[in-house]
């Protein structure tokens, strides 16, 4: 017992020192006001009441709103993937969640140029479409990018928590359903769907949580007036340099994050 305490002693100081330490930062920040040279404990609530001007809270409700159809879309796309893969054998599943997280291998931001090229006024696909004689399209800096920058680097998040609870799901569950007269919709419904909502939650919770965060898709593929929370907190600690009302977004963005988490594990204990 004594040896496993030591050993987990480096990892436990360096859990402090890059979660702990600036964890305790961004909060005396947020509760400091503006001007301050030196940080005190003199707490104030400006940083926090500034958010909610009408012009920060319009960012969290479009930042709300891409999230939701964002995850909305990865549900409706994922799920029959995930359970078109767990209907195969174990070697081609394999192969399958293989080419579903090989994208996850290359940094988001070369994804997101990649996307940069192909959406672009004279990328790939308008290109493709001048050859079949139909006008180019505008998508760049759009609702519409954006929105297939966040679905195609977050849909691996979605697809495999749901193949998970689908691949665990005891089978004679399924064909005892069958015997008892079930029909295909009814045994999908009251059995398939019923144990596969842990990696539906799960699933909606991740992306929704890193489509609200995300500051580089945006940012890229929906020019720099494109301003969601994300990028509200990057431009706050790098180009406005207000270090204060960035630190109380990203509190604010923490809070929400942890109130949607509660949520999500409450309706999950309820389907269980």
């Not at 958010?51 to 999230?67: A, C, D, M, P």
């Not at 977050?154 to 665990?168: A, E, G, R, V």
């Not at 699933?203 to 965060?213: D, N």
Request: aromatic content about 12%; proline content about 3%.
């Amino acid at each position: 017992m004594k040896q496993f305490k030591r050993l987990i002693i480096p990892y436990f100081i360096w859990a402090v020192v890059i979660l702990v330490i600036p964890l305790i930062l961004i909060v005396l920040y947020a509760f400091t006001t503006e001007g301050n040279e030196v940080l005190t404990f003199s707490f104030t609530w400006g940083n926090f009441a500034k958010f909610l001007e009408t012009t920060y809270l319009n960012v969290i409700l479009k930042s709300f709103r891409l999230g939701i159809l964002t995850t909305a879309i990865c549900l409706l796309l994922g799920y029959p993937l995930a359970f078109i893969i767990a209907k195969c054998s174990e070697k081609v599943q394999n192969t399958l969640i293989l080419l579903v997280t090989i994208p996850m291998w290359i940094n988001m931001l070369l994804r997101t140029y990649a996307w940069m090229n192909l959406l672009a006024d004279n990328g790939i696909i308008n290109h493709l479409l001048s050859l079949l004689g139909i006008s180019p399209v505008t998508m760049m800096y759009t609702d519409f990018s954006v929105m297939v920058g966040l679905i195609c680097n977050f849909m691996p998040f979605m697809i495999i928590p749901i193949h998970t609870s689908l691949n665990k799901m005891d089978k004679s569950l399924i064909e005892a359903a069958y015997d008892l007269g079930a029909n295909r919709f009814q045994t999908f419904w009251r059995v398939t769907w019923k144990l596969s909502i842990p990696g539906v939650v799960n699933g909606i919770m991740m992306v929704f949580l890193l489509s609200i965060s995300s500051f580089v898709i945006p940012k890229l593929l929906g020019g720099g007036q494109y301003m969601l929370i994300g990028n509200l907190i990057e431009s706050q600690f790098i180009s406005v340099g207000d270090w204060n009302f960035g630190s109380a977004i990203s509190l604010i963005l923490a809070a929400i994050i942890l109130i949607f988490m509660g949520l999500m594990k409450q309706m999950d204990k309820q389907d269980e």
